[in-house]
């Protein structure tokens, strides 16, 4: 009887010893402060909490950094991480709010707008939880997130998620994916009162173009492109063949689907009068038959298996020995979303936006993204910001 006690005992104090030691890492992930120094284009910062008061005081809420031009013009939406675990676009957010200036204008930018996703993870697939990206100044490091919201925020799942208004029919997940909560409620699951915020914003604020930037497997036929619905294709032509004949890239242009419902791209051009644009940059760290899920694989892009996948043509973009380097994935997003802006501004005169500070993709490239980022110890100790 005593020897069971004690056999008890021990075996809770061992469960007790790994839950800790699984469970600080995964605490120290949530808890990482990544510092973003606002540069000399910031003007102000809002919250989605301003259009959605409920979302206050919840890890939800998040930045929006305005950069505001000293001439009117139209206004522009940027946000990443939509999807937290395909990061180039919150490197491209980051490098425009400490670096562009807006000479005409407004850009609005939202690096973590499913912040909630930006501290989960996703043990079950090997997440390493950070990735470094070298600069002059030191490594800077970013937390590795996951598709969707955190649990700890969002919570129970339903068995089927009913998308609202289209009572479309999506995978229980999707509740916590603000890429398929779109257009949202007010009142609705947190996820979907994140949207509602940015709907309102766009509306509120009459933003004429939306740029959500993602990353796509290399096995997903939706990679490498620009989606645009009807009334953005236009645009997102034009921004794809300017690219491709001046940058030297391939970003082709896929139409939004009119009957999937909950996706930026579809619900933003329906739901308001901007012009709503998604970019896929492809990310071979999210495909499923590669080797282990390194932060060497996110950064660089290099896998054995894809590559032989390449041999067979059973990929979407060209693949070789190269991989595909974050510095192009985000270089690729930098170029096509001011070029985005440009063409608006070319057939809307009186609405135009000028971006300047920026570099592009041949710039990112051959420096590397980390080059653009700025040291939080040598900055105003106000102009830094933790997400
Ligand atoms: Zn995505």
Redesign the pocket.
Known sequence: MKNEKTTKIVLLLLFAAFLTAGGIPLWKHRHYQMPIVAGPGVTRIIHLSDFVPSLKGSVADTDVFVLEGKEPGGKALVMSN??AN?PAGLLTSILMIENAVVEKGTLYVIPMFNASAGRNTKPGDGYPLYFDVPTSWGAKRFRMGNRDASPLEQWPDPDLYIHYPDKQLLSFLDVRNT?RTWPGRPDGPLMERVTYAAMELLRRDKIDVAIDM???ETMFPVTNCIVAPEKSARIATIASMTVKAIEGFDNHVEPSPGNFHGLSHREIGDFSETLPFLLEAPIPFLDQPTGPKTVKLMLDGKDPFLLNLSKQKRLFVPYDENGWPLDKRVGQHVSVAIEILKQFSKKFSERSIRVSGVPRYAEIVKNGIGSYFHDPAKADPKSVHYE
């Open positions: 939509t999807h395909e890429n993602h990353g796509a």
